[in-house]
């Protein structure tokens, strides 16, 4: 059987920008996050699920999830501490 290339966003704020049942068909890959499971924390950019604030969604390039993705210091903190188990 062939692994599900879509991921589930269920958001549990009414009023978000995201419908209930969003798929994304583009994961971002990168080397520091082994596997994407659900209740990690991600957003959209670009119509990539981002899981990790520090790559670009090719996840090969690094950045500055500040500028680059407009997202703040805390927000990139409570992502890698949730996604990025070292």
């Given at each position: 059987m062939a692994a599900n290339k879509y991921l589930d966003v269920v958001s549990p704020n009414p009023n978000a920008v995201l419908p209930k049942?969003?798929?994304f068909n583009k994961i971002q890959h990168s080397p520091k996050v082994l596997q994407v499971?659900?209740?990690m924390l991600g957003f959209e950019f670009n119509g990539f699920l981002i899981v990790d604030p520090t790559l670009d969604e090719t996840g090969r390039f690094p950045v500055?999830?500040?500028t680059?993705?407009?997202i703040t210091k805390s927000q990139q903190k409570r992502m890698i501490?949730?996604?990025i188990k070292l």
């Amino acid at each position: 059987m062939a692994a599900n290339k879509y991921l589930d966003v269920v958001s549990p704020n009414p009023n978000a920008v995201l419908p209930k049942d969003y798929k994304f068909n583009k994961i971002q890959h990168s080397p520091k996050v082994l596997q994407v499971v659900e209740g990690m924390l991600g957003f959209e950019f670009n119509g990539f699920l981002i899981v990790d604030p520090t790559l670009d969604e090719t996840g090969r390039f690094p950045v500055s999830a500040t500028t680059y993705y407009k997202i703040t210091k805390s927000q990139q903190k409570r992502m890698i501490k949730q996604n990025i188990k070292l």
